[in-house]
């Protein structure tokens, strides 16, 4: 089915505390080489002790506002991707409805952790296209800070809090939705998690700290085998080759992993978009943070083909080709 959903307007949020590679030498055995070397990482952005997902949500949403001069009191449905909502319940879609005054509007937060961005896109794209919805604000927003162990060396250099915002709009002329790929390893979530009720994953006992673990060998060679192929898919669907690629925007993860799945898909690596080396690894903010940084550097241009990819804990990823209308 052709969509006739576009991408109208973008927002992000970056919380003012800045924690620097250098600051975190002072806190654990660590140094900027190590950190960089592996992970092309020199910073990222932590919130305040009361700053939570949906102020970040909202700023986000603000700043979208503003920058492109748009309302949001006839948007009819807030999706939200979030793994550290501010509560179990009320969700932060519902926080976002409160604070704008949203009068007649549905909202719900999704989990599909690294890639719930591009999830809530697919979801968008597909609810506006069906003739459901006409007016859906697509956010992501993380406070990864909150619950990253600072005393594990290998997950405490890697993650940082953010917020960006899409609004996706009807639009029978030029949509901005090509194609869509996804797909789940489930039997790999023991290597991404965070506890919360259950003490064990099929059998293997959990860390009960409710702190976020990872074995990062096993992640980076799952995305790594991953990616090419779902990009190789995407391209398929969409009836294109990498050539027609303006822009590659993975979850920016680790600029290590980047480079090697644009190595094993000869793919050049400047034409990706990251938000990893200023921002770290901010989970499902991560694509629309970068694509809002590459329009603020004038470097994203109205037409271009992007090729979108989420990944992470579940294990589960989905892939976007899109071209931007903005």
Known sequence: MKSTAKITAIGHYLPQRVLSNEDLEKMMDTSDEWIVQRTGMK?????????????????????????????????????????????????????????????????????????????????ANSLITSGLHKKILVVASETLSKVTNYEDRSTAVLFGDGAAAFLVEYSEENP?????????????????????????????????????????????KWATRTVPKGMETLLE?????????????????????????????????????????????????????????????GKVKKGDHMLLYGFGGGLTHLGLLIQWGI
């Open 237 to 297: 669907k969409g009836e294109m080759t990498k050539q027609d690629l303006d822009w590659f925007i993975p979850h920016s993860a680790n600029l290590r992993m980047i480079e090697s799945i644009c190595e094993k898909v000869d793919f050049p690596v400047e034409k990706t978009l990251t938000s990893v080396e200023k921002c770290g690894n901010t989970s499902s903010v991560s694509i629309p943070l970068a694509i809002g940084l590459g329009v603020q550097e």
């Open 43 to 123: 910073e990222r952005h932590i919130a305040g002790e009361e700053e939570f997902s949906s102020d970040l949500a909202i700023k986000a949403i603000e700043n979208l506002i503003h920058q492109y001069d748009k309302t949001v009191e006839n948007v009819d449905l807030i999706i939200v991707a979030t793994t550290t909502a501010d509560y179990a319940f009320p969700s932060v879609a519902c926080r976002i409805q409160h604070y704008f005054d949203i009068k007649e509007t549905g909202a719900f937060d999704l989990n599909a952790t690294c890639a719930g961005f591009t999830y809530g896109l697919h979801l």
């Open 176 to 220: 901005s939705f090509i194609s869509v790929h996804m797909g789940t390893r489930g039997e790999g979530g023991i290597h991404l998690y965070r506890k919360t009720f259950a003490d064990k994953i099929d059998g293997a006992s959990l860390d009960p700290s409710g702190k976020m673990v990872q074995n990062g060998r096993e992640v980076y």
